[in-house]
């Protein structure tokens, strides 16, 4: 299963070094655990090591690593020494913590294809129908994945029960506000709300700084050092808006094959997005067809294009990049990682998956 994390900047420093050290160990870690698992649960029964192999294929599958790089960063930046295990275990705890996200963000969009592969509730609706097995095969697929996504949950939460007292209140916050975020994320979907305020509310929650923000201060806590505590949130915040601006952008307009996942999924699933709630601004028929729901995706597509709203949240991004570049000028950072986070800003809020 061993990967190699896709960096999210091409630096050559000292400070990219010892990041893209931890995460290579970070790496081993992962495969280590996966593998001790797989022989203790295959050696019950071969079924039991199921879900195990589940979270074991999406981690293996790639991805960007994107949290991990950002709590090894907020570590080294407040001073932490490259060698400790403990940011290891804390780096590897957020990608189980996303890789539990994931299948079940999976599962609830019913969507088929993860980092280019089937996801996990379509291949088990696909082994059951095969098999000719009894029940149901979607109540299966969906009940299997949603296991899958609990153990990996439980992988991370094990990983970061041993991190200090100052971390275990960060990770605490990060997994609260991310599963509630996604819970109101269906919500507000499902019940057609076209709020801006909580929209945005929620994109941040349940992705912005979940992936940015939290990472961060993760890293950070770990070295019990909160001197980057308020750069980090200016940061985290500004940069994780961007993130998810570009997420939404992509699933706009992007293509499927370069992002490894389904496209135009928000529309269809009636999600207000970050993009969705400035499009509603600025048009009074968004907001009427995204009141409407299914069906009329073609048209919301040709009102986003009518309205260029891509141009506008494009523009938006350049600001918040800005913003996040003036956090690290302001804050006490070393130079080497105020020009590394400036890096990582621009990779992270100009990708194309």
């Known amino acids: 299963m061993t990967v190699s994390p896709m960096a999210p900047v091409a630096t050559t420093g000292h400070g990219a070094q010892a990041r893209a050290a931890i995460l290579a160990r970070t790496e081993t870690r992962l495969d280590a655990l996966l593998a001790a698992e797989h022989t203790l649960w295959a050696g019950v029964d071969g079924r039991a090591a ?54 079940h963000d999976d599962v609830i969009d ?40 609990d153990l990996a949950l439980s992988y991370a939460m094990r990983l970061a029960q041993e991190l200090p007292a100052a971390a275990r209140r960060v990770w605490g916050d990060l997994v609260t506000e991310m599963i509630v975020g996604q819970h109101l994320d269906v919500a507000v979907a499902a019940e057609g709300v076209a709020d801006t305020r909580l929209s945005e509310y929620i994109a941040n929650a349940k992705s912005g700084r979940y992936s940015i923000r939290r990472p961060l201060e993760l890293g950070a806590a ?101 913003r996040a570049r003036e956090a690290l000028t302001a804050g006490p950072l070393p130079q080497e990682w105020r020009e590394e986070l400036t890096g990582m800003a621009v990779a992270v809020a100009y990708r194309d998956k």
Not at 65 to 93: I, K, S
Not at 110 to 125: C, K, M, N
Not at 232 to 260: K, N, P
């Open 50 to 103: 199921a879900p195990v192999d589940s979270v074991a294929q999406l981690v293996g599958a790639g991805g960007k690593r994107l949290r991990p790089a950002f709590c090894a960063a907020g570590f080294l930046a407040a001073g932490g020494a490259a060698a400790d295990t403990r940011v290891v275990e804390a780096a590897a705890a957020v990608e189980l913590l996303h890789a539990f996200a994931l299948i």
């Open 110 to 149: 019913d969507s088929p294809l993860r980092r280019g592969e089937p996801t996990t509730h379509v291949r088990a609706i696909d082994e059951h129908r095969s098999g000719g097995w009894r029940g149901e095969p979607r109540r299966y697929g969906e009940g299997v994945a949603v296991l899958a996504g």
């Open 222 to 322: 770990i070295t019990g050092d909160t001197a980057l505590a308020a750069t980090f949130e200016a940061y985290g915040t500004a940069l994780g808006e961007a993130f998810q601006l570009r997420d939404d952008l992509i699933d706009a307009f992007g293509d499927a094959a370069v992002a490894g996942k389904p496209v135009r999924a928000d529309a269809e699933n009636n999600k207000m997005t970050l993009l969705m709630s400035l499009a509603v601004r600025r048009s009074d028929r968004v907001r009427d067809l995204v009141a409407a729901g299914a069906g009329g995706e073609a048209a919301l597509r040709e009102e986003l294009a009518a309205i260029d709203v891509r141009a506008e949240v494009e523009r938006r991004i350049d600001t918040l990049v800005t």
